[in-house]
């Protein structure tokens, strides 16, 4: 990938030599210089990932790559137990992260199998859920929709309540529009295709 050597220049500079600290209410931690990284909870930071790890390509009939800013996703079929390409893949990427100093967090990687064959990532086992959330989207095992229905369900009658407390308070009807266009509407109308 070829970039502007400016660009470049403004990148370094955002990542190193910055010092980092934490803040919660009055209370401030001592500065701590980082040498590895970008700074958590940045707006840049998923967007550098993504160009950190765009050399990372995989396509076959079978398998591909799922990249949305920071999360990853394996996705494929494995057909008559032919599981071969799947773990590849998975070793591929792992050794792709390890050669590149990112280090994978197995405790956060999930499998979800509509099969049932494990898949081990630097000696430990991968969990295998019933269902997992990818990209603010439910997905379960069974290829349904219904755990991701109820889980909209419940953040929609959630928001709901607010709306009904607002207008409660005599709100006027254009910031009764926008709180539903906001808050409401993004909630039932996210990932709809």
Known sequence: ??????????????????????????CVSDPLMSNTGAPQGTVLSPFLFTIYTADFQYHSESYHLQKYLDDIAIVGCVENGQEEEYRDLVES????CRKN????????TKEMVVDFSKICISGKDVD??????????QLDNKLEWSTNTDAVY?????????????R??????RILHMFYRSVMASTIFFAVV
Not at 101 to 108: A, F, G, I, P
């Open 1 to 26: 990938m070829q970039m502007d050597a400016p660009f470049v220049s403004w990148i370094e500079d955002y990542l190193t030599g910055q010092p980092q600290i934490v803040r919660l209410w009055s």
């Open 154 to 166: 419940k953040k929609a009658m959630s928001r709901l309540y607010f709306l009904r407390r607002l």
């Open 128 to 137: 295998i859920v019933p269902s997992y959330k990818f990209v603010g989207v």
């Open 101 to 108: 100093h990112l280090q994978l967090n197995v405790t956060k």
């Open 93 to 96: 990427f792992v050794r792709w």
């Open 168 to 173: 409660s308070f005599s709100v006027c009807s």
